[in-house]
């Protein structure tokens, strides 16, 4: 047989919701205040009631001694049941449903009590400081059980002391309010007692909402969850209030903005300063994937608002892949200019062959040397002009294209750019697409010619595309920048539109513009204008490397 198994013991404890466990801490918190509350008044409840039951009694006793006529017959008839002390002192305790009215001489000899046997007798309790001409409340016990007392001295008509008086009112009546006020005030507790239920029930529910049911325990695992992911991703979280104030700063975001715990707390403008970083993470530059410089670091910014007022930004490091952006912007430039050139390069080897075949050797040398001459001329003077070896590369080899198409492609008198470039590749992929629009709007025309001017003005990067071509029409200079919109007809394997849209979204991405207009030629001038784009003198340039789609985009766009 199998062993039976142990019966379960029942766990008494706290429930494991917070919703429960809020309610039933407020509930009872709520249930020992008003305890506390009732005790608190029933505890000087009672003295309370003592005490005006004794002032009640010593009200009586001054206005029964008050009147003249009872010390008049104190002093001149007998302690009798029937006699006139005896007949008014009833009279005035039936009035004021007082327990006993007393009146005495100074021997302590009762000439009233509503106990006719007790007339004539001496009072059972000490009256020495009503006698002495001293009013007296207290709680005692005499002849008809425990009352509260009143005494005062009763004096003749020339103020002397002649007997005092006795007043008594029964304690049972005391007690009877004090046990029949109990119940109301219980009453008035337990409405209390149920306003503050039905208070904490609502709030446990708020809580229940806000926290979505959740446990104290499950809470805190997610506490803990979230400090180890915000602390260990490799991409910097700052969290804002609804003010703008730092509320929260993981280890990258203190890295990447140079700042610490200390910003916690203070406003961005405060902890960072002025500048495009702050205008970025405080939401005042809005959009998508936006770039900034903070230091030496190419930073990639987004922005996200929360139901609360604030935003939570993300910051990504694009200085990392430096090095291998270069390599492959190098890379890829080369092969645009081979392939640029080899459909001319061959129409000159055909060139050059026939000459030598015809036995023309001087006019094959000078034909070498004009052609390198020409070439060597063109890169030297984009070299002079342009440092940035990219753009560099990539103007030497549309230069090459357009000569092709019989398209006179040069830099401007003005041009002049320094290798200080954040992010070359892209101003490559907006000076690479311009000018393959202004090629394309010019081919076929006579004297066709674009004209390129790049130049620095401070850590502003101004660029402008002149061509001869046939220009813009006014009513369509925004819509040439919509996605998707083009004139030309695409062709097979890619689609239009995507050149001129992906170059102002890399100038408002960095901050910039992309316009256009008509230049004094009569054809197109496009102008792009990037803040911030060029590193201040002394620092090391940044090249960042774009997302996929930027990637696409620019392959596309080609």
Not at 385 to 398: F, H, N, S
Request: no cysteine.
């Amino acid at each position: 047989m199998s062993p039976t198994p142990p019966a379960r013991r029942l766990r008494l404890g706290l429930p494991r919701r917070m919703f429960a466990q809020v309610l039933l801490m407020q509930v009872a918190i709520a249930a020992g205040v008003a305890v506390l509350a009732t005790g608190l008044f029933l505890a000087p409840l009672s003295d309370q009631l003592d005490d005006q039951a004794m002032r009640r009694a010593l009200s009586i006793a001054q206005t029964t001694a008050a009147q003249p006529q009872i010390a008049e017959d104190l002093a001149h008839t007998p302690a009798t049941v029937g006699g006139p002390v005896q007949r008014e002192a009833e009279r005035i305790r039936e009035a004021t449903k007082a327990e006993y009215i007393v009146v005495m001489d100074r021997r302590g000899v009762r000439w009233s009590h509503p106990t006719p046997g007790e007339v004539g007798r001496t009072v059972s309790t000490d009256p020495g400081q009503a006698l002495a001409g001293h009013e007296v409340m207290q709680i005692d016990n005499g002849t008809l059980g425990r009352s509260a007392r009143g005494k005062v001295p009763l004096r003749d008509s020339d103020g002397k002391i002649i007997g005092a008086v006795s007043v008594g009112i029964a304690y049972d009546s005391v007690r009877a309010r004090l046990l029949h006020t109990i119940p109301e005030l219980f009453a008035y507790a337990g409405g209390a007692l149920a306003v503050g239920a039905l208070a904490a029930w609502l709030i446990s529910r708020r809580v229940q909402r806000q926290t979505r049911d959740l446990a104290f325990s499950d809470i805190s695992a997610l506490l803990a969850e979230r400090e180890a992911m915000l602390h260990g991703i490799r991409e910097g979280v700052v969290a804002l209030d609804r003010t703008g104030r730092v509320r929260l700063l993981n280890d990258e975001a203190g890295r990447l903005l140079g700042i610490g715990d200390e910003a916690v707390g203070r406003s961005l403008d405060e902890a960072l300063g002025e500048g495009r970083t702050t205008d970025v993470l405080a939401g005042r530059v809005t959009g998508t994937d936006l770039l900034t410089v903070r230091g030496q670091r190419v930073l990639v910014a987004n922005r996200m608002p929360t139901d609360d007022g604030g935003a939570v930004a993300t910051l990504r490091d694009r200085t990392e892949l430096e090095q291998l952006g270069r390599e492959l912007d190098s890379t890829r430039g080369l092969i645009d200019a081979l392939r640029a050139q080899d459909h001319e390069h061959a129409n000159r080897m055909h060139t050059l062959l026939g000459l030598l075949e015809l036995e023309m050797y001087d006019d094959a040398v000078e034909f070498v040397g004009e052609v390198v001459g020409d070439h060597r001329d063109t890169a030297e003077q984009v070299a002079e002009k342009i440092q940035d070896p990219l753009l560099a590369a990539l103007l030497v080899g549309k230069a090459t294209v357009a000569a092709e198409r019989g398209v006179a492609l040069g830099l401007a008198e003005r041009t002049g750019l320094p290798d200080r470039l954040i992010d070359p590749r892209g101003l490559v992929t907006i000076v690479g697409n311009l000018v393959d629009n202004a090629l394309d709007a010019v081919a076929g025309t006579p004297h066709a010619r674009v004209e390129v001017e790049l130049r620095a003005e401070g850590r502003t990067a101004v660029l402008r595309v002149r061509d001869t071509g046939p220009g813009i029409p006014e009513e369509q200079r925004e819509l040439i920048f919509t996605e998707g919109w083009s004139t030309k007809k695409p062709p097979a394997h890619r689609e239009r539109g995507i050149g001129l849209s992906l170059v102002r979204r890399l100038a408002e991405r960095q901050g910039g513009s992309a316009a256009v207009g008509e230049a004094v030629s009569g054809g197109a001038e496009f102008t792009v204008v990037l803040p911030e784009a060029l590193a201040e003198p002394g620092l090391e340039p940044a090249l960042a490397v774009p997302s996929d789609a930027q990637t696409v985009a620019e392959e596309e766009s080609r």
